[in-house]
């Protein structure tokens, strides 16, 4: 469905070739992720690399346009680790309304966040564009995805265990896409005992049941403390055949929001011609 | 269980009366909310009000300060209706961050930000005291509490329809709390076709289920588009029980937070002396 | 004259009020405060206290309508005391400004600032409307008003010593508001001797005379040596009539503020049709 | 008193020739101005050129060192006249700022912050040194000087009319102390009926007694509106004997502060060793 | 030389293996390219590839780490061209300043900038470590590479014709690095008359002589407007030999710089221990 | 050719004297120096006087205006040594972007960043004027010129040893044009050894050939480590003749400068009219 694009990333084509897509789409993806540990079997990359491996699938699926990786993230939870490079929030933000006011210069008026840094950017990447969207490009329509929300349905059905950050489902994903990013034999049970940590107010499975709960703030030497292999939950259970499901799951939901923007005929609020 | 202390309120206390305090406990709640535009029936105060009774009650279970509210919040998607006051979450963040570093200046080092703007005001509440914990304020344990996931046990039970901005269990709240805030001759029932708008991304009912989702920003004048009247979902079922039931819970699980962070010797990660 | 409005307050009206009263009036009052030691017996809010009864008042007067207060302001100098919380400058500056913006776009054109913590904020409040007014919202009249200004004639007329922070007039004017607010066991005399510690270039009282003088800054620390219990100048003369008559005349005058604002026809240097 | 210094400006002096002085005394004086009409007859530089005459009279006279001008400040309100060059309040308070940053670092701990652009400067010169002093430098005693507090006693036997913006006695300050700076042949009458343009809630004499009033805030546009020529009162008094005397009292009261400096063991509240 | 690192990316590494790493060498190597056009022939990431390539293989050749890769940079100069994504100077100094502080923490002390996209990021970059470096990390070594500097003595022998933007040596080093990234059918001749546009004060050569000139800025619409192509200089002579002794050239460079860094015992001013 | 202008230094002129000259003419000089050490025998303000001289000279030549200098640039290199004054890049940065928009506001639409502060200034300018002139003022034509680039052809002519900071050039340029300025018995040779210290990969002549090399960031403290005496290279043979050469190269270079700027029917891509 690409067409003769010889590429879904904005960086291997030239600004004529951009300019072609331009005259008959308008939808960009902007893949956002970290680089910060996933314990011992999982390469500091592995957010970003899910950011990609989505963006990029979805792409090839429906044809649309996908601008270079940002590799950074507000990791600041996990720098007690080495390797682990956190930006602050407020970086982020900056970053975002600056690739956004670019790619709406151009025409772009479909702006999906994919972040693959499960949670954690939200924050930065949602204050980043309501106020973008409020204040400077009200023709924008922004959508920000995790697959933290476009799994909801289909992880539960996956995983086999409780899954948090360095899980057995995030990483049978990018093992599944990226075969050699993850030291199989260093894979490791569960580590963090959450009740003791977090007295109950936290949940240990991110597409799980969730406590009636607040969210507690910890710094990366706290990290450290409480799980010095840096791993949170089993991740033992990994295999390729997870990483597909979940992987196809995700590029399906994606691809059917790529649909629905296509026939959005926005302001939000006026969605339709009919 | 107040002591002799006049009263939970920081700015209703002589400095000599907080230093009594510190003597004995160092625990502080930020109630944080918003101006904004809570449809025909709820005034433009409910987030903050929500935010102050939930403060002011379980500091008076527990013994311990609340500081002075902060009225305004991250609202610009409600911008559109008239009354209706945003801060940018930059400015948000900033805010957060200077009433943490006094507090902290004076020996507090728990902190709760609790939040009654649900969800809206988190991204700026967490990317400040994030940033702020691993940076500056090691020493100081931060939690951010919302209704929204305080209640995710309760509120299921005791709502009868959808709920979602300016429905039935926020206006039971403040009409439970505050008589006379809510006009009850001008409850609404549901305007928004989420489906219809949202193309089945975004879910209605905060406390219910949720689809394989993402986040559509919208700004104030699209929000006025496809809800004229500022509601989301019906608040016809308002009731003064249902209000007491959900604020009961709240407090008292917040309660068992003030507990549990009287009791934590952290850093996170090393919780007890035992 | 408040005509059939339920509210002074903007945070006690629907949207639907809002913009009714927008149909025939554009005023809106700010008031802004500190939350800051005030002595052995002036709670920490004096100065917040004294916004809100002040744009209360003048609002019921005149038909106007008051935002939500701020509770925090520009008090670093007060920082050594428990209990205060200060934002810097910087913060309460882009604050202002927010609020400022969507007051103006909702159709408000003329924005009072109503300073409670005489001065201190004042920086930050010229600092932020200067800029936006010339920028960014030529079509609104901001006015900054301060009660130190706006009691010029009357104070020395009723006050029988010199008045400083937490001072006589202050503490009777929140007295005679909020009774109860004052610990009137706690009263002290002048414990600063101002010719001791500043040289004979600050004056010790806001309503007199002042030296050939300059600001000298001076930090939270350096403030509790040289006035171990917060306070700056005698309180012992503590009246309800002396409350009643300073507020009296604040109030007098802001209203005939608003009277002038509302017969403006601005912008400035353009006042009148005739 | 210099001694052998060969310049009272750091700028006319070598790096070693600083590190003498320092060995010795610790106190620099920054003159801060503006760029800004002052009616037919005041050259734009007229606030800066008085901030140096002060500056360098001051330090001849005791033997301080003075950094060199910042020529520009906050005039926005002028900015409707040929010429004003203004700077944002936010960027004077970060230049200040760093200029007390490089001072602090080679051990000058007593900073004279001297403004020539009376009033409206102060702002930003307040809030930059408030939090300066109390987070980063409170080894620093930092005071900010203006000749609209320094001449209060004096100004009003010097000058016969009222004084405000452009008016006799600051057009006579630069006429005595540079001779052809001021146009003598474009004097002017007053030109701004302050009660008409503000109702009476803005004085029209910076020296005189003011009303119960309030700050109104303008732009440059307004002002050029209500003040075609830039004047704001008469200059037709100018008389180099006014300024000689002005100035001098000036410089003299200056002088007695910076005697005061170098005897104050600071900090703040432990003034004297005795 | 790499030893056993299973890579030179740190996104490519566990946590543990580059804590492995910082046992023994402390450099890193931050790439950092751009999004911009590069005329007809060249894709929109010519410059980010520049930089990974270069750092990538300095990397395998002296052992040392690379993080990930920076996709954009300061390109406002081309953003009148489809596919342009350009961030300010101010959020790019921000990045690196995030990045940097991150690395530190680890243990990294010496750290390379190497940018890809010739010039135009220098001044982001050289205003981000020069101010990190003065007043927050001391203990790193900062290099800021770029190949208009390391190429000075090879590109004159190496390349035909003048080089500017989108020229012969730029899109021959990319494509012999990355072959099929140069659309060799797209190639064109020099289509920037400097003399004409930029008065005789800019110089057509980025390598060769340079005029006594001045530095003239331009928009993206002016690039737009004096190069429809996008192109400045001619890129017919392309060729992979070219690349190739280019590409050499500079690596080697690059690596006796890491040599030297590696034997460098700071800090600067204090070079060897001999 | 300066006509009547009394001054050539707009803070010289009324803002009637201003208004004149825009009426013919719309082009701006803006001199941007430092306050930074120059080794023994030079003053702390040489790179401001550098700038000054050439502006007011090439005023005088073309009749255009100069703005009051900026006396602070970044610095921080040279802050190990006393009176050194630094301001951050990003505060430069604000300052121009302010007072560029002033002068456009009165309609200068071509200004000249006239910077005496070789090298170290330009990347705060660069990064200044490239986001204004893309984002803001699209009507203003920007160059940034200094010295370091204008003498390129006669500096190596005139010059008799390398010259790098507080060099030969330098110092004869300045007590060409400000005779007393310069310490002529302070005069020393060169005392870095920048192969020792940069290990060969920065150029010890800013006027000479220059190795393939990186920019090594250093900071105050360090430069003081391997320059005691402040000195970079030889000011032995200084002298008013090589200043005087080297003086006259320059301001007829920016003479033509100017002319060609007169000339301009920018924008940029579209130089001329015919």
Redo the contacts between chains.
Sequence with gaps: MTGSRPSV???????????SY?QHDRIAIVPVGS?E?????????VD??VAITLAEDVAERTGVLV??????G?S??H?G???????????L???IR??AR??A???FDRI?LLNGHKGSN???L??A???L???EL?QV??????PL??????APTIKETNEHHAGELELSHVHYRYPG?I?TD?LTDASVDFD??????VGNDLFGP??????????????????PT?SFSSSLGLSEEKGKRYHD?IVT?LAE?VE?LRG?H???????DG
């Design positions: 990333w904005i960086q291997d084509l030239t600004w004529e070739e951009v300019d331009l680089t540990q996933h314990g011992p079997a999982g390469v500091l990359g970003t690399y601008a270079p990786p940002i590799w950074y507000d600041s939870h720098g680790f080495p390797g682990t490079i956190t930006i602050r929030p407020d970086t933000t900056l970053l600056d690739v670019s790619l210069r151009h025409g999906i939200l924050p930065a949602n204050s564009v309501r106020v969207h409020d204040e009200p329509l922004f959508a920000v995805a995790d929300h476009l799994a909801r349905s289909s990013k030291r260093r003791e940590v977090f007295g109950g107010f969730a406590p009636d709960g607040v969210e507690i703030i910890w710094s990366g030497d706290e990290q450290r403390a409480f799980t840096g799951h939901r929001l629905w959005y926005g302001p939000i609020g006026k969605p339709s």
